[in-house]
Every structure is written in C-alpha cells, then in structure tokens.
C-alpha cells in the first residue's frame, strides 16, 4: 500500500510544490524530447547493427573505411566481425557499448590522433577474429603453435586489410558514401540506395 | 489517508489538477520539442548548402608577407607560426640554437681561421631565417650578398630587379633595409595554383648542368626539391661570389672531391695546419637521396612536414621541424611500433654516428695539430703539401656527415662509411706527418695542447693565428 502510494506521488510529482508542478512536466517534457530527438540525429539505432557505413559517421574513420572497402575482406567481413567478439551476444554489445562510447567522447572533444591503432583491449579481440574465419588456414601451419599474441597475425600479414600506410590523411579524400541528411530520420546511410558493398565495381 | 483529514485539506487549498494533466503535458513537450528539433537541424543544413565557399583572397604575383598568403589557408599559416617556438630540443636537434661549439670545442679547431670556429648555431626555424642571418658573428662588411640568397622570399624579388649575377656580387650589408621578410609561402608555391616552384636560380642551373629539367619533375620529387633549393651543399663561385652547387660530377662526397680539386677551390687556409680547406654547408638532400627513405621515395615533406587532418580536412603541416617532435604524425604513418621504440631506434642510430663524429673529430684535431708541429720542427710547404691534402680530404668526408643535418639519420651507413674514410685518412696524414718529424730528428711525440672547452679552444686558435702558437715539440726533441 505504501509502495503504490509513494510510485502515485512521484509519478503526480506531489514532492515538488504545486505551483512548479506544470512548469515541472513541461520541463522534463523538453528534456525527453531532446533525448528523443538525437536518436534520429545522432542514427542511433545504427548503432545496434553490423553496417559498416555506421563507423563513418564520424568522418575520423573513413581512411579505415574507404582501405577495407578496397581490400579483399570487403567480400567476406564487415567493421564488427573483425572489430566486436563474437563468443556471445552479451560480450559483443558489451564490447561494443564500451568502444562506441568511448569513440563518441574522443571525437567530440577532438581527441583523435594522427594515426589510430588498436587499443590494447581490442587487439585479442580482433585477432580471435582472424582465428575465427581462418581456422583452417591456421590449422596446418607452425603458426598455430605459437600462444596466441605471439606473434600477433599482422605482424606478418602486414596489409590486411587497411594498408601499410595509416594515417587520417592517407585517404581521407577519396570517394566516400555520402551520408543523409539529419533533418529526416535516416539510420541506414546509402550511396543512390544502395548498399556500398554492392556498389562495388560499378562506381562513379 | 484518513477520512476526518480530507474535508480539512479541501478546505484550505483547491483539489490539484489530477495527474493525467501533467503527462499529458509532458508527452505534448516531448513531441513538440522533437519536432522543433527536426525542423531546426534541417533549417542548419539548408543553410549551410546555401553559403557560399569562402571567399579567396587573390595574392598578389609578389606577395612577400606570408600572413596575407595565410588569410586563404589559415590552417597552413598557423602552423607555419608555430615555427616561432624556438624551444624545441630533440637529442641532437630541434629549434632550439644550441652552441655546436660549446657542445664540441673539437670543431674550434677543426675550423680554425674560419667564421665557424667563432660561432656556429643549430638554425631556428625558418621565420627567423632574416633575425639569424643578420645576427651571426659570422656575418661583416666584406660578406656578398649571396649570403642573402635562401633567407627571404625578397631574395628572388631582388633578383629580379638587380640580375641574379649583380646580386650576389653585391655587398650583404647594402641589403638589409630591402630584406625584411623570413623565408615563407612564396618560396615554394605560386600565389594563385599554390603549386610548387623553384625560385632559386642554383637548383635550376645545377640540374641543367646534370642534364636534368627542374621543372620537368613529378609532385612527390618537388616536395623534396623545394627544400634542395637551400638544404645543400653550395660554394661561392669566383670573384662575383656566384652560388653554385658541386653536383658537376655528382651528389656523393668523393664526386664533390673531384669538383674541388678540379679548380683547386679553397674555402679558407686552416689557421693551424695551413691545409687549404672545403667547408661542407649541411648538404640534407644529397646525404637523404643515398638513404633508404628517398629508396621508398619518400620527400622531404613527407616527415619533416606530414599530412594533418582536422575535423575532417587534409592538410600539409607546415610547423617544419624535426620528425622526432612529431613521431605519432611522421613515422607512425608507416612505422607501426610504438612512440618509444620508434624514437629509441632512431636515437640508437644517431648515436652510433656521434660515437663516429667524436672519433674522426677526435683524429682531424690531432691531425691538425701534428701538421702544425712538423712546419715548427722545420719542414718546409711542398713538405708538408702531400699531408695536407690528406687533412683537407678527411675533413672534407668528416664535414660532409657532421654539416648535415639529422645525426646521420638521413642515411646511416653512408655517414658511417664516410666518417670511417675521414679517419682513416687523418690516420694517413698524422703517419705522414710522423715520417716527417722524424726527418728532421723529432721522434718524441707531439705535446697536444688542452681544447676541452670552447673558450680554450678559441683561445689557442687565436696564438695560432697572430703567429704566437704554443710549442707543440717535446722536451729535447732536435731542432
């Protein structure tokens, strides 16, 4: 009984004086609606998903974009397979949870460095990855012997897949899909409506 | 809630509006306020497909101050400002203008009776190219102005009005109300393309005479060859003091060799030894095109000022300067190791060439002192003639490394072989010279006299050159 009393007052707002109490609902009114409103703005719910196009939505990434788009993994992999664990959904999102936030707070304050690598955290991540797809290729080899992190595969796979000369400079004004407008609700960026990858070979 | 408490509360205030209002007022803002926000952020983006490109600012064909240039590129111009740090200390660089000569009195010596024995400077950056050059010790009345010729953007102004000849044949001192701006936009680009361009007239000749179009060059090699307009080794050719490249025969050291002595060229009469002597004045593109970086073809610009990319537009750095100050920009590009190593690789190699300098320094002092003891021991010039030429060749290599900018780094086993030529033919001078003093009955060895310091050494110097030198021979040695 009192638990319902006390969820009744606050959702009637009785502990804030009666006269602040419209002024109040319109305020939070307010807050939620820009919160609301930067779902759209900031494509929000791309983010759950496994586009690549998602990580240029900061313009930072899109050397790492535009070398993959050109290399031989455009075929088989995106950003996330390599980039996100794939042991089970809860790692993944948490994984990926914990890297977005950190990449939207590094660009909005202008934090990016020159030449980005991977984060300590990602490294065993992204090479479990490489494991994951080439089991087989591995298999045979003495390579496979060794621990895992030593050596890691790119230091000898030195071009895959984003080149050996990195930089946000190196490609950073080549043709990239241009993304749609904010104004409207868009969380599926295209190039003419269609998906990049499939763009391939035909652009411009 | 008590029912003998309601008829008192209703007495003294009004029954408040129900709950359902308030949400419903909320969920109207929410709505409200989302919609606003769509609308706004359309308005921002039509706006801004509406704007105009910002202007640019025509420049003039001769433009000399880079701060209009820098109103159409500001990102550009303020990196070129940053130059003005003059701070900046890397192990053996940076803009810092560390005393050579305090780091390394052996230089007094190998100098001596010349301007760099009275002070010698790492250059600060370029916007201070006119403060230096004005300020230096080295600098008097009888200094030509070719002197002038890679400090200002006025230079090729000047050239224009006067003649490139008459220019340099003109004194330095007669200039200096005419040049007043630092080396900047309008030495490499054109005002209005911003391509680059060659604006100094010994870059073009020498590449005629090697059979080469300076203008016939692709993008990458000019990002290199702006900067070979000045970062080379040159000599002032002749009574008209024209500057000229050594490159006749080639960019090596020994090619160079055979330039000089072809015309028996000589800098200045070393004030000890009395060895006619070649000054190397930092020769940065011919040591680089024997390094592997100019193998991969990477320019200049490539390190020295590496692409940048600010919320989301690519531009070249123009704070040129060291790429140990900026590794994460510079060498990470390519080098994928970290920060530390890669500076730890770099430094490894440069100090491997100091411990090579300090040893061929160490060989050219004694060298020059053992030449200095055979002429007090009697030997007469044509003696002694063979001895100094070996001195002038091993200083020749010693200067070749120790003149150019980048600890060696810019081709390490070049410097390497070079500084071990350079000790070697000290090590034949000083066998020469012993040969000498044994001739004339000297067997005792040389009494080397303390240049620990840059004042000790520029005190000796001074003996040797008012005719009062120390006794170099031994106690009892024959004369």
New interface residues.
């Given amino acids: 009984m009192t638990f319902r009393r006390l969820i009744g007052d606050v959702l009637a707002l009785r502990f804030v004086g009666r006269r602040w109490r419209m002024p109040c609902f319109a305020a939070l009114g307010v807050l939620a609606g820009l919160g609301l409103f930067l779902v759209p703005v900031s494509r929000a719910p791309s983010y759950l998903g496994d586009e690549p196009e998602t990580c240029i939505h900061c313009h930072v990434m899109t050397t790492q974009f535009v070398t993959w788009q050109h290399s031989s993994h455009v075929e088989a992999a995106t950003c996330n397979d390599c980039h996100v664990p794939h042991d089970n959904l809860v790692s993944k999102y948490a994984f990926k949870a914990q890297d977005g936030l950190w990449h939207a707070t590094v660009f909005t304050m202008r934090w990016e460095p020159q030449v980005i690598r991977l984060s300590d955290r990602a490294i065993p991540v992204v090479e479990e990855n490489c494991r994951r797809c080439h089991a087989e290729v591995i298999g045979d080899v003495s390579i496979a012997e060794h621990e895992p992190g030593d050596p890691r595969c790119w230091d000898c796979h030195r071009e895959v897949p984003h080149g050996r000369v990195r930089s946000l400079s190196a490609a950073s004004d080549v043709f990239r899909p241009q993304l749609g407008p904010i104004g409207s609700v868009d969380s599926e960026p295209r190039i003419r409506g269609r998906s990049v990858r499939s763009n391939r070979g035909d652009r411009p | 809630m008590s029912n003998d408490a309601e008829p008192a509360r209703q007495t003294t ?1 009004p029954k ?4 359902w209002r ?2 419903a ?10 919609l606003l ?3 706004a ?3 921002l ?2 706006r801004r497909e509406a704007r105009p490109p910002a202007p640019i600012r025509p420049i003039d064909e001769m433009e000399m101050d880079s701060g209009r240039w820098g109103e159409n590129f500001p990102r550009q111009h303020d990196a070129y400002r940053r130059m003005l740090d003059d701070s900046t200390r890397t192990k053996y660089g940076g803009a810092d203008p560390r005393d050579y000569l305090a780091e390394t009195p052996a230089n007094v010596i190998l100098f001596a009776g010349y301007g760099f024995a009275q002070e010698y400077r790492q250059a600060r950056g370029h916007v201070y190219a006119v403060e230096d050059v004005t300020q230096t010790e080295r600098v008097g009345p009888a200094t030509p102005s070719t002197c002038w010729t890679c400090k200002s953007p006025d230079v090729p102004r000047l050239m224009g009005r006067m003649g490139t000849a008459e220019f340099y044949a003109s004194r330095f001192l007669d200039l200096t109300d005419e040049i007043t701006h630092p080396i900047g936009c309008f030495d490499c680009h054109e005002p209005n393309s911003m391509t680059l361009r060659i604006t100094r007239p010994a870059l073009r000749e020498a590449f005629e005479r090697m059979g080469r179009d300076v203008d016939q060059v692709s993008h990458q090699e000019m990002r290199t060859l702006v900067c070979a307009q000045c970062h080379v080794e040159y000599y002032f050719r002749g009574p008209g003091k024209y500057l000229t490249f050594p490159w006749d025969d080639g960019l090596g050291a020994e090619r160079m060799e055979t330039y000089y002595e072809a015309s028996e060229f000589a800098d200045w009469t070393h004030a000890i030894s009395q060895a006619p002597m070649v000054k190397m004045q930092h020769p940065d593109y011919e040591v680089y095109t024997t390094g592997v970086h100019a193998y991969r073809d990477v320019s200049c610009a490539d390190c020295h000022m ?7 537009v ?1 531009f070249t750095d123009h704070h040129v300067q060291s790429p140990l100050l900026n590794v ?2 510079s060498c ?3 080098h ?1 190791w970290g920060e530390d190593e890669i500076r730890r690789r770099v430094e490894g190699i440069q100090d491997k060439v100091r411990e090579g300098r300090d040893r061929a320094e160490a060989a050219l002092a004694r060298a020059h002192f053992d030449l200095a003891a055979a002429a007090q021991a009697g030997a007469a010039d044509e003696e002694l003639q063979g001895a100094r030429g070996l001195v002038r060749r091993a200083q020749l290599r010693w200067d070749y490394v120790a003149a150019h900018n980048g600890m060696g780094f810019h081709s390490p086993q070049e410097c390497m072989r070079l500084l071990g030529a350079a000790v070697d033919l000290a090590g034949q001078c000083r066998v020469e010279c012993a040969r000498i003093l044994a001739r004339h009955d000297v067997t005792t060895p040389v009494r080397y006299p303390d240049f620990g310091t840059k004042e000790k050494a520029q005190a000796l110097v001074a003996q040797f050159a008012e005719g009062s030198p120390p006794d170099l021979l031994g106690e009892g040695a024959g004369r």
């Fill in positions: 205030t408040p509006p129900p709950a308030g949400w007022l909320f969920g109207l803002t929410v709505v409200a306020t989302f926000g769509l609308l952020a359309s308005v983006e039509r590496p692409y940048r990319t600010e919320g989301g690519k994460e920009g990470a590009v390519c994928r």
